[in-house]
């Protein structure tokens, strides 16, 4: 059974740190690309960020590029989000998601809130 377990989140202030973890099971983790989301109440999912198999190549937003890093362990099927110089935008959803064969997986995310 496929699984994706998101952790990590939590209440930080503007400009702090969080580090997201997202651990997959039932499949071989490391030879899949993982996408990291987010969602903010009433608005669209967006796509953060991508650590890609192929040389462990990274793509993100612009709005996060230069303050977030994808990062992977293969020996613990881990793929970490480290997020810098946090915005003050409220509560965010961060999900990790992987395409597998024909269908997409999704964990069940964890909350994100940046506030004073």
């Known amino acids: 059974q496929v699984q994706l377990v998101e952790s990590g989140g939590g209440l930080v202030q503007p400009g702090g740190s969080l580090r997201l973890s997202c651990v997959g099971s039932g499949f071989r983790f490391s030879r899949y690309d993982v996408s990291w989301y987010r969602q903010a109440p009433g608005k669209e999912r967006e796509l953060v960020g991508t650590?890609?198999?192929?040389?462990?190549?990274?793509r993100y937003s612009d709005s996060v590029k230069g303050r977030f890093t994808i990062s992977r362990d293969s020996s613990t099927a881990t793929v970490s989000l480290q997020m810098n110089r946090l915005k003050p935008e409220g509560t965010t959803v961060y999900y990790c998601?992987?395409?597998?064969?024909?269908?997409?997986?999704w964990g069940q995310g964890t909350q994100v809130t940046v506030s004073s």
């Open positions: 650590i890609f198999v192929e040389g462990m190549a990274t």
């Open positions: 998601r992987v395409v597998y064969g024909v269908m997409t997986y």
